[in-house]
């Protein structure tokens, strides 16, 4: 998007502007979906969009699990064979095992454990700490379990959040420091 969109938020326009033409360009050109192995899948959000929750639904404000059949429903569209789906979007780590079908891998967020969305309907979603988070995932031989790991790393979150805040944006900071939203 252009940096004059105005709906675009703080924390995208502040990376966006901080990203080359080529950077963009490259970006831009991912596809929705990619299979980066075998059976496994990898998108952002959902394999039909990039900006819907797979394993979350909206309550109270707040992410929460989705039903169990919510999930397969959106999950349906996946070719069968796959066993694996890696995601991300709620920026929360977890690990889900669907009955005969594939195990979903959110790792979470490398720096960025909670935000507010104002698109209706309005919510926050919050890791709960401020560490930055990647997965690593070990794909089993044939009649082996795949392995999965979730690592939580410490790092110098209160520096994070200083430039959060000489960027004008407090809140921002506060989800670095601490992994929840301010309020």
Known sequence: RDTADEA???SD???QERLTS???EALLA????????PGVVAFHARPDHDEKYLT???AGGRLVRAP????????AALDPACRIVLCAHSHRSELIRIP???VVFNPGSIGCPAYGDDTPPAHVSEQGSPHARYGIVELGEPGRPDRFAAIAVDYDHEAAARQAEQAGQPEWAHALRTGFMSG
Request: charged share 25%.
């Open 22 to 24: 080529a950077q963009r």
């Open 8 to 10: 675009m938020w703080p």
């Open 100 to 102: 005969d079908g594939p």
């Open 56 to 58: 979350d639904t909206i």
């Open 68 to 75: 169990l059949a919510a999930i397969k429903r959106r999950l």
């Open 30 to 37: 991912l596809p929705l979906t990619l299979e980066i192995a």
């Open 13 to 15: 326009r502040y990376a």
